[in-house]
């Protein structure tokens, strides 16, 4: 079996070098939500998109109870983001530049 | 990928942050982790491929930092691991999820087995990613209306 960032390191430094307390956040690449549960429950809105469905299928399923209101997923590609201008605090490129 | 940029830039409000958190290629090491400490057995080899990516994803910020689209206002490195139980975990683990992306070569492979077999029993391997994460304030967003004036003023 392959355990991931047992330090959870990723967490630490996310949490190191923005607050997501209130905001409301783009994440780009989001896949499975991997990166998503770390870091979504403080914020106002999360919505990560990806243009893989099947992992947004996964991410859907794995949402956790408290983030299913403010954590949303779409499929969609970064040529073309499907929301208005100015609508995030923050967005996030998850491994995926 | 400067497009992708310049959309996230769009739906960001005027101050906005980008994280941008991704891997970076660095012939990897491959290390055994015991309670008693932990000792590199190689290194993984870099792929063309993915050394190609990581120079497309820094020249793609370089470039929207020099049109003024982002500031860079912090960066930091810091390691992830992969552990798994057993030298073949990690092999399997590779074969089918970095194909193409890292190479294990057959000389390292061994090195690993053999300084696990030589570890206490409570021993693991890991692979220490190394990752760069980077906070980006978002600039100005020129409209085309905008741009036009500049172009031609009255």
């Given amino acids: 079996m392959t355990l991931k960032d047992p330090e959870g390191s990723e967490r630490k430094y996310l949490h190191k070098f923005a607050d997501f307390a ?9 896949g499975e939500g991997r990166l998503t549960w770390k870091y979504a429950a403080a914020s106002a809105l999360t919505v990560g998109f990806d243009s893989d469905h099947d992992a947004l299928r996964i991410a859907r399923a794995d949402a956790p109870h408290d983030m299913q209101k403010n954590v949303h997923f779409a499929e969609a590609s970064a040529r073309d983001i499907p929301f208005a201008n100015e609508s995030f605090d923050i967005a996030i490129l998850a491994w995926s530049l | 990928m400067v497009h992708a940029l310049d ?3 769009r739906t960001l409000k005027p101050n906005g942050v980008l994280i941008d958190i991704r891997p970076v290629e660095e012939n990897w090491p491959v290390e055994v982790n015991a309670s008693t400490g932990y000792q590199v057995a ?3 080899t870099d792929v063309p491929i993915a ?3 990581d120079q497309a ?9 020099s049109k003024g689209w982002f500031f860079k206002e912090k960066e930091g490195e810091f390691s992830y691991f992969y552990y798994w139980d057993t030298p073949s975990e990690m092999k399997d683990f590779m074969d089918e999820e970095w194909e193409g992306f890292e190479k294990l070569d057959e000389s390292v492979f061994s090195a690993v087995k053999s300084a696990w077999t030589m570890a206490n029993a409570d021993a693991r391997v890991r692979v220490r990613v190394k990752m760069l994460i980077t906070k980006w304030i978002s600039g100005k967003i020129n409209n085309i209306a905008e741009e036009d004036e500049n172009k031609n003023p009255a």
């Fill in chain 1, 22 to 30: 209130g905001q409301r956040i783009l994440e780009i690449g989001c």
């Fill in chain 2, 7 to 9: 959309e996230i830039r």
């Fill in chain 2, 51 to 53: 050394l190609a990516d």
């Fill in chain 2, 42 to 44: 190689g290194r993984l």
């Fill in chain 2, 57 to 65: 994803a820094f020249h793609a910020m370089r470039e929207v930092e």
